[in-house]
C-alpha cells in the first residue's frame, strides 16, 4: 500500500516541480528581452496575460505589443490565474499607479482577491521571446489568459 501511494505521489511532485521550473524560465526570458522601464501603456480590450510566478505576467495586445508587468508583491493566486482585470486611467496602465486582480469565483462569502499594484512595466522584445522556444507567447488567444476590465 505504502509502495503504490509513493508511486502516485512521484509524478504529481514532479509535475508541480516541472511547472515552477518552467515558470522561473519563462520569467528570467522576458526579463532578458524586455527594455527599459517606461511610465505607461496604452490599455486596450484584446490584452493577453501570461503569468510568470506570483509576482509578474506578460501582457501583448496582437502580436507585436507586448509589457513585462512586475508587481510590488506577491500577488495570491496570480501564477493559476485564468483571467484578470488591470485597472487604468483613460485607457492609460501607469506603473505606481495602476493594479492587478485576480478573478475568479470564490465561495459564497469569500473575499474577493486584493488589488496587486503594478511596481515596474517593461517592453517586451516579442521577436527575442519568440527565439526562445518557451512558448510564452506560442498560445492561441483562448489559451492565454483574458484581461477583462
Do not use: W
Not at 495586445?61 to 508583491?73: D, F, H, K, N
Not at 517593461?122 to 526562445?132: M, N, T, V, Y
Amino acid at each position: 500500500m505504502k509502495n503504490s501511494l509513493v508511486l502516485l505521489l512521484v509524478p504529481l511532485l514532479l509535475t508541480a516541480c516541472a511547472h515552477t521550473s518552467g515558470t522561473a524560465d519563462r520569467l528570467e526570458l522576458a526579463r532578458a528581452n524586455a527594455g527599459a522601464p517606461v511610465d505607461s501603456f496604452q490599455y486596450s480590450r484584446n490584452l493577453r496575460f501570461t503569468p510568470l510566478g506570483d509576482q509578474a505576467l506578460a501582457v501583448r495586445a496582437g502580436a507585436e505589443q507586448g509589457y513585462l508587468l512586475e508587481l510590488r508583491t506577491r500577488c495570491d493566486s496570480l501564477n493559476v490565474a485564468q483571467s484578470i482585470a488591470i485597472t487604468n486611467a483613460g485607457g492609460q496602465v501607469r506603473a505606481g499607479q495602476d493594479s492587478v486582480r485576480v478573478l475568479s469565483r470564490p465561495p459564497r462569502n469569500a473575499p474577493r482577491h486584493p488589488l496587486c499594484r503594478i511596481d515596474t512595466i517593461k517592453p517586451l522584445d516579442l521577436d527575442g521571446i519568440r527565439a526562445g522556444n518557451l512558448e510564452m507567447y506560442e498560445t492561441q488567444p483562448e489559451e492565454a489568459g483574458a484581461v477583462q476590465e
